[in-house]
């Protein structure tokens, strides 16, 4: 079942709900009109009341509101329903089908969920998560992110950039060994904040100051930055626009999360978020392999490696991983990669059973050419 036919079956629906609603709105105003032409008629008249009453009955009875209701509302459940069958035969709404028991160090897992949401800056989260899961050294999980909030709060609300600069000057050693410009970031921005405030000479002296030593490294940064001082009153206008754009400071400040985490020994991304993004990836999967496995009677759980291999996509490949294409098992130290003449790579055992165990030349199960085992050379990722 492809997208296209859910999406036309959702639209049939929405379809369904916007007549049920014009239509309903039509009779609702219907019903207004005729209910106060009767007010008019009894407030203007010295007609019987109960004559002009009878008549509002005939012509409410002539709408059939409720029947005009009930007919709408019918095609309205009928689109509902088949949508929804559809979505069933569509989706497993029982992902539990994919759940493996596994043993789990269940204090490492609750440290990893209290560092997420500290990551994430919900401090008063992770400090009641912390307490009921009884996570050990919390305020030491705590404690940097309490930091890193701070500098960006300071800059995203106040665009301060104080306790960013201040931090950098502390950490200026390990940002340098690892090759960030973030410190020369920093001053470019504040040195363009000047500017665009009308302080040129401030933003000059500053240039000089903060700037100018890192001139070595960064010749042509610093001086795109000493250029913007003949824009001045036209900054965004200037080839150097980019440099006073307002997405500049939500780029540093992403920026400054990557380069922070880094130094702490953290990945950029929450590791409990890719975790669970990764897992929905896999799910389809999963949950097809479980169906699969359920129809010959075997049971998947026992099973040590999956007997399919995970297509995630590319932000979710962080090493190498080699995954033999004959005995459809990963690589070890065991059993690595070896690469044959022929440019073709298979597993150790592999080629050892292809070879019955080195005793004679062997065909590549890819393509004609043949070798040897020691013609086959291991291969390192």
Known sequence: MDVDTIRESFDRVSEKQVQYATRSQEVIDQLIKEIE??????QETNSDQS??????????????????????????????????????????????????????DIPTINEIIASHFYRQGQFEIGDRFSAEAQVSESDILKSPFLEMHSILQSMKQSHDLGPALAWVARNREKLLQYGSSLELKLHELQYVEMLKAGKRVDALKYARTHLAPLANEHRAEIQKVFAC?????RLDQS????????SHWEELATEMVRQFCGLMGQPFESPLAVTLAAGAEGLPTLLKLAAVM??????????????????????YQFHSVFVCPVLREQGSEENPPMLMPCGHVLSRQSILKLSKNSTRAFKCPYCPQEGTVAQCRQLYF
């Open 37 to 42: 032409l009767t007010i008019a008629n009894l």
């Open 51 to 104: 004559t002009i009453l009878a008549q509002l009955k005939t012509r409410i009875d002539e709408i059939t509101p409720l029947a005009q209701f009930e007919g709408c509302q019918k095609e309205l459940n009928l689109a509902i329903a088949r949508y929804t069958k559809l979505l069933e035969k569509t989706f497993t709404t029982d992902i539990s089908k994919a759940y493996r028991d596994v043993e789990m």
């Open 229 to 233: 001082l003949l824009w001045e009153d």
């Open 239 to 246: 080839p150097y626009g980019d440099l006073s754009s307002p």
């Open 294 to 315: 359920q129809t010959k009677k075997q049971e998947w759980q026992e099973m040590k490696q999956l007997p399919v291999p995970l297509d995630l996509p590319r932000e």
